[in-house]
């Protein structure tokens, strides 16, 4: 497949072929080899930048039906922290009410608003425990995402599960085990290094 064009087979396509579609991807636009240091202050010979493909119209396409096929039955809305999962949990509403299954979506921010209502959370209010997904692209030491699932717990909404498009295996399952919280992630950093070379 040809992944310069978006090809309306996308549409239609099995998770398998998604799941291939978004590896080719992300190797091409997001993974980069050399010296780096992650928002965690750690230092690392490679950098995944999801917002290459997150931004990108098929990248939001195949993100965003991959991951709405993964939230669980009962879950009521998906949120992330911004920037990074701003347009994974734009792509995941807009595939659901595609599917005449509509999730709102939830923008945390990482300080509270200055003016207004000074809230942390952009979105619909949701009923209290309403079972909201945290989306996450990558995943290093798992900060970022816990710091949303906890802003989304004391608003009242309750969080058993957080998808991300890469886990770098530095800790973030670990993290989110801890906190008895279930972490998928579509592809770990050994599947986006051997599919790189």
Partial sequence: MNIDTVETSLLSADRDTLRQTLLDLLVKYAYVEGDFVLSSGAKS????????????????????????????????????????????????????????????????????????TQAYIEGCQLPEKAKVVVLEDVVTTGGSALTAVERLQEAGYQVDKIIALVDREQGGRELYQSKGIDFQAIFSIADIQQHSH
Avoid: C, W
Wanted: proline share 7%.
């Fill in 45 to 116: 010979s490679y950098y995944i930048n999801g917002k290459q493909v997150t931004l990108r119209a098929e990248g939001a396409l195949v993100i965003g039906r991959l991951l709405f096929s993964l939230l669980p039955p009962d879950t009521e809305a998906v949120a992330g922290l911004t920037l990074g999962a701003d347009p994974m949990v734009t792509a995941v509403s807009l595939i659901s009410a595609i599917a005449n299954r509509p999730l709102p979506a939830l923008i945390i921010r990482k300080q509270a608003k200055g003016h207004g």
